[in-house]
């Protein structure tokens, strides 16, 4: 199984980035795919997930409202938009799979992504 997350980048605050992370070697529509975050010196941040099928959705509270989480199952892919980012948003971001269970927290999910760094900065 891999999942490989890209779009990450440096970006001023207010400014937008769309994340992707693609899945192989699982079956991606029954998987829960979620987004967590690090900062360097905190723990990891539980940011958003979707549901195997799409329906249900789910925010941390410190992105909720700025942030959308969603999945294209004919892709293997799962996106987030960020937008009005925010310094506080700088950290590691990474994608996690889970199979037929909706949790936000880690163990929750079975498969771990490399992550992609978004820095807000001006």
């Known amino acids: 199984v891999q999942l490989q997350a890209s779009g990450g980048g440096l970006v001023q605050p207010g400014g937008s980035l769309r994340l992707s992370c693609v899945a192989s070697?699982?079956?991606?529509?029954?998987?829960?795919m979620g987004w967590f975050r690090r900062a360097p010196g905190k723990e990891r941040e539980f940011v958003a997930n979707v549901m195997w099928s799409g329906g249900s959705t789910y925010y941390g509270d410190s992105v909720k409202g700025r942030f959308t989480i969603s999945r294209d199952n004919a892709k293997n892919t799962v996106y987030l938009q960020m937008d009005n980012l925010k310094p506080e948003d700088t950290a590691g971001y990474h994608c996690?799979?889970?199979?037929?269970?909706?949790?936000?927290?880690?163990?929750?999910?079975?498969?771990w992504g490399q992550g992609t760094q978004v820095t807000v900065s001006s």
């Open positions: 070697g699982l079956t991606f529509s029954r998987y829960t």
């Open positions: 996690a799979a889970g199979e037929l269970r909706f949790g936000r927290t880690p163990q929750f999910y079975d498969y």
